[in-house]
């Protein structure tokens, strides 16, 4: 088993020179913030992940999270590492300094937890979840409930979950029956079951604070009569001492493919009288509070991708440089070497490197774009808005492919256990399910970000005239202008698809969504060949400078690879979304 080592020279690159780390440091906020001090917390981070949490990864996928009469108790090593997750400071990074946080950008804390994933997926779960619900905490309840929990929830005494997913009610919100009933004192009392629920029990913190869909009694069908509702696990007196245990429990953990450090409690709430809970916001907007958190969280799930292929390549890597089988090309039979030397290993090994520095670029630009969102940039919260369904949806289906790879470069001792590869292979298979299939962010990309613009296809184009100037810019230096005529074609190809989308998806909505992913992974693949041409401009300038720092020509040479292996895939998807819709759903339901 290899051990993790977080890609430093790679993550303070994209920072830098294309995300624009200081740039982001000079926003209002952020002024405590400099590119010196970014660098020491990502070397501390890459010490933790690489001395405490990676140690602990295939425990936690061996030795999961066990439950017993409703009491869970972490993968041995677990509570001991979150407690010193807690008392160093990690939980709170990315939290505003009002409540005890440390308020970096979230361009700093998206590289840091990049490596938490990368490292241990399934503890780096319980922070996510918990950070989710301070954001949705934090701007949608009462000013009370922030004083009385976000305090301990920053610091990560206690840990916070999503309750959403019920028996019958998966992606189809509306299906919702857990039921709330006023108390009369301002509380409600909250009762049904929840499934699917990330650390929804555990005995790494104090307290656990459940935010919960759930109905009033009056309130309208569908997802307009969703309420959102704080219930914590024990009650909180008014001094913020704990008191009595609420009623809610526990009833099962799931047995599970993959991320077996993390607990996926069924909760039952309301086994007697019901578990008492307090509505964040208003009543029946509930569905619009939980997409605050349901948006972090997918950045932070599309970030698993990344962390999860960067985890696999290194892995694999390392095995290549090792293992010796047969004679390279061209060579005498008896000069053996490491399968490094073979073409498809290099191949395989090379399609991993520049796929996953893609998805990196691609995540660190939007979590920058984030930053100048928070700051007032309607231009950048456009863009987010635009990006985010593709950073998770394209990087975590690209994080099971490489995954995959990974798998095949240890041959047939990657499909045994004791290699290590198989679990991240596992693990990564849930990333493109939970916080929303592909499916939906390829919906929500389409329906809600593309058509349904107040001007139709503003913001894709915005990003396709970005992309035009990057395009100019490459064909303008002889080393880089195939990428730059490689790149071009995809921007068309993206075009193209965007056109049609628009002229059709009032007209023929069925049609436009059976394209739906294959434009997402369309729109990725062209938006990580930007960023990669992006990043070779910039080697190529440092180049020309006089540097020789090899650092560079392996970027040139990953984007490179990056356009000849994966833009070329634009025009195949573009198809797929103008002309295949009709195959897609041609054939009777009989005949399935």
């Known amino acids: 088993m290899s051990t993790y080592l977080a890609p430093m020279r790679d993550m303070q690159f994209i920072m830098n020179e294309v995300a624009g780390l200081e740039e982001v440091c000079a926003l209002p906020g952020n002024e405590e913030c400099s590119v010196e001090l970014v660098e020491s917390i990502l070397e501390e981070a890459a010490k933790f992940a690489t001395g405490v949490l990676d140690p602990i990864n295939a425990v936690g996928d061996r030795d999961g999270a066990t439950c017993a009469d409703g009491v869970v108790t972490a993968t041995p090593g677990f509570k001991e590492a979150y407690q010193l997750f807690v008392e160093t400071g990690w939980n709170s990074l990315h939290c505003s300094p009002e ?12 590289a840091v937890n990049e490596m938490w994933k990368s490292s241990n997926m399934a503890f780096a779960l319980c922070p996510m979840l918990t950070g989710g619900a301070i954001e949705a905490i934090a701007h949608h309840a ?5 004083a009385k929990y976000l305090p301990k929830m920053v610091e990560g005494s206690w840990t916070g979950t999503m309750n959403l997913t019920e028996p019958s009610a998966g992606s189809d919100l509306a299906a919702i029956r857990t039921r709330a009933l006023p108390v009369g004192d301002g509380s409600y009392r909250i009762s049904g079951t929840k499934i699917f629920i990330t650390w929804g029990e555990h005995n790494m913190t104090e307290n656990i604070v459940h935010l919960v869909l759930g109905r009033l009694p009056d309130a309208p069908p569908g997802v307009k009569g969703i309420s959102l509702f704080l219930v914590p696990k024990f009650l909180v007196n008014d001094d913020g001492s704990l008191g009595a245990r609420n009623d809610l429990v526990c009833a099962s953990v799931e047995h599970k493919m993959g991320i077996h450090g993390s607990p996926t409690a069924v909760m039952a709430f309301g086994e007697g009288e019901g578990a008492l809970g307090w509505v964040i916001g208003e009543e029946n907007k509930g569905l619009g509070y939980m997409f605050t958190m349901m948006n972090h969280a997918r950045v932070n799930v599309g970030l698993e991708g990344v962390g999860i292929s960067e985890r696999s390549f290194q892995h694999a890597l390392a095995y290549a440089r090792e293992r010796v089988q047969g004679a390279p090309v061209g060579t005498a039979p008896a000069d053996k070497k490491p399968i490094l030397h073979h073409p498809d290993v290099r191949r395989m090994l090379m399609d991993m490197k520049s796929r996953t520095e893609a998805m990196r670029t691609l995540a660190y630009y939007v979590a920058a774009e984030m930053d100048r969102a928070h700051a007032g940039n309607e231009a950048s919260r456009a863009r987010v808005d635009l990006l985010t369904p593709v950073v998770k949806g394209w990087s975590t289906e690209q994080g099971i492919e490489l995954a995959s790879t990974g798998v095949q470069v240890f ?14 292979y596992r693990d990564s298979r849930i990333t493109t399910i939970y916080e929303g299939t592909t499916g939906i962010q390829a919906n929500d990309l389409i329906g809600r970000k593309l058509a349904r613009e107040k001007n139709p296809g503003v913001a894709m184009r915005a990003l396709l005239a970005e992309i035009a100037a990057t395009v100019a810019e490459l064909k303008a230096d002889a080393e880089l202008a195939a990428i730059g005529g490689q790149l071009e074609a995809g921007a068309a190809a993206l075009a193209s698809a965007t056109d049609w989308l628009i002229a059709n998806y009032e ?17 990725g693949i062209v938006a990580g060949g ?42 195949a998807y573009s198809a797929e979304v103008t002309g295949g819709s009709a195959a897609t759903l041609a054939l009777a339901e009989n005949l399935f």
Do not use: N
């Open 99 to 110: 409540y005890g946080g440390q308020g970096l950008p979230t361009l700093v804390s998206t």
């Open 142 to 146: 009462s000013p009370e409930l922030r």
């Open 411 to 424: 041959g047939g001792l990657g499909f045994i256990e004791e290699t290590g590869a198989c679990q991240y």
């Open 507 to 523: 007209a023929d909505t069925a049609a436009a969504l059976a394209g739906a992913v294959p434009f997402l992974k369309l729109t």
């Open 530 to 571: 930007w960023l990669m041409a992006k990043s070779a401009l910039v080697a190529r300038r440092q180049i020309a400078a006089g540097s020789s720092d090899p650092f560079y020509t392996g970027k040139i040479a990953t984007a490179t690879y990056f356009a000849s292996h994966q833009l070329p895939f634009a025009d």
